[in-house]
């Protein structure tokens, strides 16, 4: 199988393709030509009452609690080709995405933690609490919470994609699906991603991804750790990738969390965190202590392997360990943190790996 990412230079966006361009939100949900704007009595009626029809009637969807919706149903072959969501996040917000009829959805991830974006707390202000920006090539994250996702998804049949509203409140739903229709090739694989969490770590080891079978290649990693206990430096574990036939030990073996994300020593400088954010790796959220209730520290970071995927022919697993220092240069300490993850691949089924999402309850930070 044929590499599925490939880098297309901006000179190639002046070959003519063939495909159609296509868009879905609430102005438009079904995304057919011409269809845009033409609602009359969308959740924004009241505004644009002056106005009258194609005045920003249907902005958004409300989505009450309790309610799986869903935002996109396409059908024929095409690829998704960038997703926006604005306005309200919660991680009780949960994104689904199923290629062709999968039972199980190759995407399953609460939706700030899809556009790798950690530690969001549901707010009555959505304007309100701190900003951390996000740059990179695959993901970005503008003011005030602008989620945006530039991974391709190809799809050859149908691409089903719904948000579930886990909260008790309804869902002010600002999002659109830019995709094109037309021919997918033989050798392009299908997107996948999936959330996991160990609030704690237990033994040590928390697992990124479990259960792909098959052929493809892993893309990305993003990572959401969480202080528990003592502080000293805590990220000394080492990545682990299991390829294929892999068992006890692994056939990518890294040298410390850090390193993993393109850093070095600890991202200190000068005696305080670094955040960055690039085009590929970044560590951009430093949450510190409030000095009142909130006192453990909070990291996210992401690791996009465009340039290096790691390619498996039958299975991959992949795990982080929990280590730091008990006494610093002497001894290594197993901890208890509370990790995060998703990881995100590619791969020759469309069917999504079953993995049960936490509930609500155990998704509180």
């Known amino acids: 199988m044929n590499p599925v990412m490939r880098f297309v230079d901006l000179s190639g966006l002046a070959l003519i393709r063939g495909a159609l361009t296509r868009s879905i939100s609430a102005e438009n949900p079904t995304g057919e030509a011409g269809t845009g704007g033409q609602s009359m009595d969308g959740a924004a009626m009241a505004c644009a009452k002056h106005l009258g029809q194609g005045w920003k009637v249907s902005p958004f969807f409300v989505i009450q609690p309790g309610v799986e919706f869903s935002l996109a149903d396409i059908r024929g072959a095409g690829k998704i080709e960038s997703i926006w969501f604005g306005g309200n996040v919660s991680r009780n917000y949960i994104l689904r995405f199923y290629w062709e009829d999968a039972v199980y959805p190759a995407v399953a991830c609460p939706l700030p933690e899809f556009f790798a974006y950690g530690w969001q707390e549901d707010r009555e202000n959505p304007m309100a609490g701190s900003f951390h920006p996000l740059n990179s090539q695959a993901v970005a994250v503008n003011p005030n919470r602008g989620f945006n996702c530039f991974w391709p998804m190809p799809f050859r049949s149908r691409c089903r994609i719904t948000v579930e509203n ?200």
């Open 166 to 365: 886990r909260t008790e409140k309804p869902y002010i739903c600002y999002y659109q699906i830019n995709y094109s229709l037309g021919e997918v090739t033989g050798d392009a694989g299908y997107f996948h991603a999936q959330y996991r969490q160990s609030f704690p770590v237990e033994k040590g080891v928390h697992t990124v991804l479990d259960g792909a079978a098959g052929q493809g290649q892993y893309v990305g990693t993003a990572l959401f750790v969480g202080l528990n206990g003592p502080g000293k430096w805590w990220g000394e574990g080492e990545f682990k990738f299991f390829l294929d036939e892999d068992r006890d030990f692994p056939t990518i073996c890294g040298t410390g969390t850090e390193d993993y994300f393109g850093g070095s020593y600890d991202w200190e400088v000068d005696g305080r965190y670094e955040p960055y954010s690039t085009p590929y790796m970044g560590m951009y959220q430093v949450v510190q202590s409030d000095q009142l209730y909130e006192h453990q520290q909070r990291f996210s970071m992401y690791r996009w392997h465009i340039l290096d995927p790691i390619c498996f022919s039958r299975a991959i697993r992949v795990t982080v360990q929990d280590l730091g220092w008990a006494v610093l240069g002497e001894r290594y300490l197993v901890r208890r943190d509370d990790i995060a993850s998703v990881a995100y691949w590619y791969m020759d089924s469309p069917e999504g790996v079953e993995c049960c999402l936490p509930d609500r309850d155990a998704m509180l930070i």
